[in-house]
C-alpha cells in the first residue's frame, strides 16, 4: 500500500467520525427543544407558543373552603318590627328583604301607595312567635309577625306577615256596626273615628272594659233616616245601642251618636 493509499484512508475515517459527532450534536438540541415545549410527540410549529397550565392553590390537609355570605347593609334591629315598617316605607328594598323575604316585600308593596303613619297595639306571643298589630291614619289594620328563635339568634328573615286588612266602609248597616265594634276590639283608634266621629272614637277607648268576638249585633229599630243597632255582650254586663245615618252608610262617619250604657 502506498503512502498516498494510507493518508487516504485515514483522511475518510477522519471524516466519518466529525459526520457522526455532528449528528449526536444536532439530537441532543433537537431533543433539548422539544422537551422545553412541554410536547411529547413532537415540536411546536413556527409562531405559537404553549397554552399556560391552570394551577390549584395548595391547600392544607383537612382544612375546608367555607362560602362567605355578603356582608348585611344594616345592623341586627332591636326593634324588629318598626325596622320592618321604616325599610318599608323607604323604599329600602335590599333591607326590607333581609328582615321579611323576597315574597313579603312583594307583599307589602302590592299594598299600594297606602298612609305609612302607623301606630302600635301592643304585641303578643304565641307558639314560638310574636305578634304585634298596628294601624295607619286611614284605618288600614296590619299584624307582623317574627319568629322568636330567629331573633334571639339575630337570624335575618325573621319577620313575615300574619294579617292585612284594609280599611273599608260596608254598604250593609248592621256590617258597618260590627266594623266598628271590631276596631273598638283591637284598639284601631283610626278606624273608629272614621266610622264614626273623633269624640266617639276617644269615648270608646276611655271604656274600663270591651267586647270581645262573642258580641252579638241587632237592628233596634228606625226613625227619620237613621237606624239603630243594639250591640250586647253579656259576659261585661254591655248593653249599647249606636244610631246610623241612612244616608252615610258604606261612606265615611255613618255611626252618629251612642245611647244607653256608653
Known sequence: ?????????????????????????????????????????????????????????????GSTTRPTN??????????????????????DTAYLTL?????????LYGFGNINQTWTGTG????????????????????????????????????????NWDKMTFPSD?????????????????????LLSNATMAAQFTAMSTKPDSSYTTSSHGAAAGHSYYEVKDPSISLDITLQVANQFVGAEHAIENCYSGC
Not at 20 to 48: D, E, I, K, W
Not at 99 to 106: E, F
Not at 125 to 140: H, K, L, R
Not at 173 to 193: E, L, P
Request: with cysteine; charged share 10%; hydrophobic share 40%.
Open 123 to 162: 304585641s303578643q306571643g304565641a307558639a314560638g312567635s310574636t305578634y304585634e298589630s298596628f294601624y295607619n291614619n286611614a284605618g288600614d289594620w296590619l299584624t307582623l309577625r317574627s319568629t322568636n328563635q330567629d331573633t334571639t339568634s339575630k337570624t335575618w328573615h325573621a319577620g313575615s306577615i300574619n
Open 1 to 61: 500500500m502506498s503512502v498516498v493509499e494510507v493518508m487516504g484512508g485515514a483522511r475518510r475515517h477522519l471524516n466519518r467520525r466529525i459526520v457522526a459527532a455532528g449528528l449526536s450534536a444536532t439530537l441532543l438540541v433537537l431533543m433539548s427543544a422539544c422537551s422545553s415545549s412541554g410536547g411529547s410527540g413532537g415540536l411546536a410549529g413556527a409562531g405559537t407558543s404553549s397554552a399556560p397550565v391552570a394551577t390549584t392553590p395548595a391547600t392544607t390537609p
Open 99 to 107: 328582615l321579611t323575604n323576597a315574597s313579603t316585600a312583594t307583599q
Open 70 to 91: 355578603a356582608p348585611a347593609s344594616h345592623s341586627y334591629p332591636s326593634n324588629y318590627f318598626a325596622a320592618i315598617l321604616a325599610a318599608w316605607k323607604a323604599h
Open 173 to 193: 248597616a248592621n256590617a258597618y256596626v260590627k266594623r266598628f265594634v271590631d276596631a273598638w276590639i283591637n284598639g284601631n283608634v283610626a278606624r273608629m273615628s
